[in-house]
């Protein structure tokens, strides 16, 4: 789910409104158009370069609007160089740098990531998104309490939020440290959202980790009768159901976890659960691509 903060929304708003109304005056309907385009190029082209022949506040919402619309979709490459716009256009723009901060990110640029979020958070100290995106950066980055301490201050100032529960319950579960407090973030984020099949995800992940395998189960049920194609709930919940006995249950909670995703034993090898050779995948090990969904946005407020 892609969250947008209101003050992003409310320039989307502006942006629109700017561009209706400059379409219809005279000075917007004058301005200068190439007579033709390069093959390929969209009504874009030719909104952007009415838009900068108005006035620069219109060029600036424009490209904030495209940095927004384009971070949303994982254009990232595309973001980078409209948040760019919009900043040299206002430099001031906290949202810009959030967002460009965010596409960094998607793109493994995570020193330039860090950077625009830390910009994006001395314009704004009180964005719980850019706290968000600070915390899933260090997580990438693997310095797990800077990844916690970012996230315990974007729910210090967004608590009714429960992605953020559940992000802070996954990075210590992955971090195999305070167990006990990652379970509490999960029930949190349940409190919140009840039907949040990620959190029971992640929470049936920390009884795995904790060892109580009954309890991992009930949660993984839970999160596939919402999801019933979601993949690691299924491939935990065949390994909890092995470590208790039920063998034949669990390999088929397994199979069916690697028919939908192939590369499902990867996340559970990385996180150490598995080994690779006793739960091992029909496929040459050494062949594993790294797993998909240990990326960022993996449990960061839009997964």
Known sequence: ?????????????????????????????????????????????????????????????????????????????????????????????????????????????????????????????????????????????????????????????APADPHYWNARCWIRAEAKVELASARADCTAALRLDPAFALALDSRGFVYLRMGRYARAIRDYDRAIGLRPDYPTALFGRGIAKLRLGRIAAGRADIAKARAIDPDVDAFFVRMGITDGERVKPPRNKDRMRDDPKAGPGDRFARR
């Not at 260090?138 to 797990?144: K, P, Q, V, Y």
């Open 1 to 157: 789910m892609k969250r947008t903060s209101a003050a992003a929304a409310i320039a989307a708003a502006a942006l629109l409104a700017c561009t209706v109304a400059a379409r219809a005056d005279d000075s917007f309907r004058g301005a200068t158009v190439p007579a033709s385009l390069p093959p390929g190029e969209s009504q874009r082209t030719i909104d952007e370069f009415r838009a900068r022949a108005v006035q620069p506040e219109v060029a600036g919402l424009f490209y904030l609007f495209h940095c927004m619309t384009d971070t949303a979709s994982r254009k990232s490459a595309q973001a980078v160089r409209d948040c760019g716009a919009a900043i040299a256009y206002d430099p001031d723009n906290a949202d810009a740098y959030k967002f460009r901060g965010e596409a960094y990110l998607f793109l493994g640029r995570y020193e330039l990531a860090l950077q625009d979020f830390d910009r994006s958070l001395v314009l704004d100290p009180r964005d719980a998104e850019a706290f968000a995106g600070r915390g899933e950066t260090f997580r990438m980055l693997r310095e797990f309490p800077k990844a916690i301490a970012a996230f315990g201050k974007a729910i210090a100032l």
